[in-house]
């Protein structure tokens, strides 16, 4: 009898290493093959319940850019006046004639007096300086006698009228600024025709008197 006892422990203890052994082996398995589902984020939860963006509505960020415009959509002042010089061609600085003055178009209105008293005066100071430094326009005491900016395209036309003599060649001569490091500043005189780039010279010479004086306007 003891020895029947004896096997039958022995034959349970080895059923029971089995059975361990075998849940051991047996790999787990997902969540969702146990039939339980994934518990949603209360993230989620909250814009499942707030439901689908109402048609024709954007959301702020786009918004803000839309009002505000992308950076390199934005016209700079210099920009706009430079484009002011080109449309019309020759313009006065800040005086008085029968063309366009830049300090009263930034101004907005006819100025008494010096500009630099206006409250505008720092915008028109600042379009001075831009038109100055550009490559595209060069400056002369053309017009009466007054600073005057041309731009490159009426180059050859002023060229043409400077060759035949029809404009004094002081009128014509180039005038840039130079800031020294003192801070003061003076003004470099390049005589004509040293300052007439080639291409310009060959315009020139292709223009008539006629079609010269129409494209610079009434003031010649």
């Known amino acids: 009898m003891k020895q029947k ?3 039958k422990r022995t034959a349970s203890k080895r059923a029971t290493k089995k059975s361990a052994a075998s849940k051991r082996a047996r790999p787990a398995r997902p969540v969702a093959a146990r039939g339980r589902k994934p518990a949603a984020s209360k993230r989620g939860t909250k814009r499942t319940a707030r439901g689908p963006a109402r048609p024709g509505r954007r959301p702020a960020r786009a918004a803000r850019a839309s009002r505000t415009g992308p950076r390199d959509q ?3 002042a210099g920009g ?3 484009a002011f010089v080109e449309r019309h061609g020759v313009v006065l600085a800040s005086a008085r004639g029968p063309v366009p003055s830049v300090a009263e178009a ?3 209105q006819p100025i008494i007096g010096s500009w630099w008293a206006h409250p505008r005066g720092k915008a028109i100071f600042a379009a001075l300086s831009e038109i100055d430094d550009a490559d595209d326009v060069r400056c002369f005491k053309l017009v009466d006698g007054k600073v005057t900016f ?3 395209r009426m180059w050859p036309a002023l060229a043409r009228l400077a060759s035949d003599g029809i404009l004094a060649a002081a009128r014509v001569a180039s005038i840039q600024q130079e800031h020294m490091p003192t801070g003061e500043h003076r003004n470099l005189v390049t005589p004509f025709p040293d300052w007439v780039p080639d291409d310009v010279a060959r315009a020139a010479s292709a223009l008539s008197v006629d079609d010269a004086r129409a494209q610079l306007g009434g003031w010649v």
Do not use: E, M, N, Y
């Open 5 to 7: 006892r004896t096997s």
């Open 74 to 76: 934005r016209v700079s």
């Open 80 to 82: 706009r006046w430079l």
């Open 106 to 108: 930034v101004a907005g």
């Open 150 to 152: 041309v731009h490159r």
